[in-house]
């Protein structure tokens, strides 16, 4: 069971993610950081445990405003053997090649931004590319047919509940496991609602593959300890 610490930036900062509601994100403020500063976020989640990746939710990017390249940079170079899952706002197959050139940046394809399902099934390299599956409520955000198809899919998908994000509800274990029967044996990752071990466990037990977490790693409720426990049950 994978643990994936997530970074919402927006205009330089971390920022805490609530329930989707983009506009009023403010800087985070967590006992893990001194500021809202990327890298010095990223060490305070790294200090919690070991991780193989970050998250990266680019929400400038994702608005269509200018990238923050520069947080992305520093990232990368405070952690240059870390993988980092990059959700820019990428709209076709040749946005996600161009990410996918710095290195070890994975593209996430998050369907709120796709403009069709052929976007995926021009992919070059979908083995540097993950799905998110974006979901407001009970609407799914996006083309409906990469929802109904599952050909294009790559090997790694995430189910994005935004609002859930921060809610403290608990994830969406039913459109989890609607997901990961259709997956076809791909990695699902839950993304929206984690508040602590029970909820991991639940997902480990519907054959998620891992979960996108934040506020569970910065309160306190995912403890190094608990990251042992599931690291040592083969994160």
């Known amino acids: 069971m994978r643990i994936i610490p997530v970074l919402d930036i927006k205009s330089g900062l971390v920022v805490r993610g609530v329930m989707g509601d983009r506009q009023n994100y403010r800087p985070i403020e967590t006992p893990l950081s001194a500021s809202a500063d990327p890298v010095a976020v990223a060490k305070g989640m790294a200090g919690l445990g070991t991780f193989s990746a970050f998250y990266v939710a680019d929400l400038d990017a994702i608005e269509g405003r200018p990238a923050n390249a520069a947080a992305l940079a520093a990232l990368s170079a405070a952690f240059p053997k870390t ?49 998110s599956l974006d979901f407001k409520g009970d609407a799914f955000l996006g083309p409906p047919e990469i ?40 990695a699902v990752f839950a993304a929206g609602g984690v508040r602590g071990p029970e909820d991991v466990e639940a997902l480990e037990q519907a054959g998620v593959a891992g979960a996108l977490v934040s506020t569970a790693l910065h309160d306190g409720r995912l403890s190094p300890e608990v990251l042992r426990r599931f690291a040592d049950r083969g994160q």
């Open 83 to 131: 993988a980092f899952w990059v959700d820019a706002g990428l709209e076709t197959a040749a946005e996600a090649e161009r990410l996918q050139r710095a290195p070890r940046q994975h593209a996430v394809m998050g369907t709120e931004s796709i403009v069709d399902a052929a976007a995926l099934a021009a992919l070059t390299r979908p083995e540097r590319v993950i799905l």
């Open 147 to 186: 929802l109904q198809n599952t050909n294009h899919w790559p090997d790694r998908v995430i189910v994005m509940t935004l609002s859930r994000v921060g809610s403290g509800a608990g994830p969406d274990l039913d459109r989890l496991g609607a997901i990961v029967a259709r997956a076809e044996g791909r």
